[in-house]
């Protein structure tokens, strides 16, 4: 973070399990300010803890007149994803609150939207680049996230060229951390003796970006900003299967992964990061510490007990 000192930097959905260790470490160089819904005071008690300012805004419907127009950078990693498939509000916060936000901030340097990998067309263990077919990959698990994803991406392709804001759209893979994440979730299962759901078109792979990288990767996301937006996979440089990840926190937890293998899940998402290499650089944590240092830091006890 150390390109990033002195800025005026809003990050949105900053309590999220990604965008809070960005905030927190980009607080202590910057003047950040966190947007989002705020409905949990615990969670804006958080965030101020750590020197963020926060502003309670629905990107849905509210005005955007209390949100700072003179900042540097905007963060946008805020995300609505209704398990009842509401794509009326859906679309609305995601999509076009995206491109109401841009037009707030259109005096930005740069704005980073967050997307995800799970805007593409599944593909089985075919490694995915940015110019690979678009698709609706996580319905089965999340009605209106991939749809609402590449809306969003539209939009801020639009914003982009409407308004000249150099734009980044990172698609990320599996981050994970001390934070929680995806890995973390299997390690919870795993610990309470539950089955962890996989899909039957084993191996289950992908790419997990532990947060020291992801954290890293967010002046040079900023830096590669452009009009019209720079498109590029955000994931960690090692594919590795999710059989492989729970069972290597397997042995350090001493517990032993139950795999319940079912066509009612999402399947592999193998991400190509040769254009991320090019742009930003390679992930620099090997899965296998990140793993180790995710069960340390969230279940400390159960380190010390194997």
């Known amino acids: 973070m150390e390109a990033l000192r002195g800025k005026k930097i809003l990050v949105t959905g900053p309590g999220g399990q990604v965008a809070f260790p960005i905030a927190r470490e980009l607080a202590k160089e910057n003047q950040v300010i966190g947007l989002a819904r705020f409905r949990r005071a615990e969670e804006r008690a958080r965030l101020e803890e750590v020197g963020v300012r926060c502003v309670a805004v629905d990107l849905a419907d509210d005005s955007l007149e209390g949100v700072p127009d003179d900042v540097d950078y905007v963060l946008h990693f805020a995300v609505v994803k209704s398990l009842d498939g509401n794509f009326d509000y859906d679309l609305s916060a995601n999509a076009e609150g995206t491109g109401r936000l841009m037009e707030r901030c259109r005096r930005a340097r740069a704005f980073l939207y967050c997307s995800s990998t799970g805007v593409y067309e599944p593909a089985g263990h075919q490694p995915l680049k940015e110019t690979d077919p678009l698709g609706d990959n996580h319905r089965i698990l999340m009605p209106t996230y991939s749809i609402s994803k590449i809306a969003a991406e539209t939009m801020v392709r639009f914003g982009a060229r409407q308004w000249r804001v150099p734009a980044t759209i990172a698609r990320l893979n599996v981050p994970y951390g001390a934070n929680g994440g ?125």
């Open 182 to 306: 995806w890995p973390s979730l299997h390690l919870d299962w795993m610990l309470a003796g539950q089955a962890i759901p996989v899909h039957v078109d084993r191996p289950n792979l992908y790419n997990p970006i532990f947060e020291d990288d992801y954290i890293a990767h967010i002046p040079k996301l900023l830096d590669v900003a452009s009009v019209p937006a720079t498109i590029v996979n955000w994931a960690g440089s090692e594919p590795v299967a999710i059989e492989e990840w729970c069972d290597y926190l397997g042995e350090l937890a001493g517990r032993k992964p139950s795999f319940l293998y079912t066509d009612r899940t999402i399947s592999s998402v193998v991400t190509d990061v040769t254009r991320m290499h090019e742009l930003i650089g390679p992930t620099r944590v090997a899965w296998r510490d990140g793993m180790c240092r995710m069960l340390e830091a969230r279940h400390p006890e159960v380190t010390r007990s194997a």
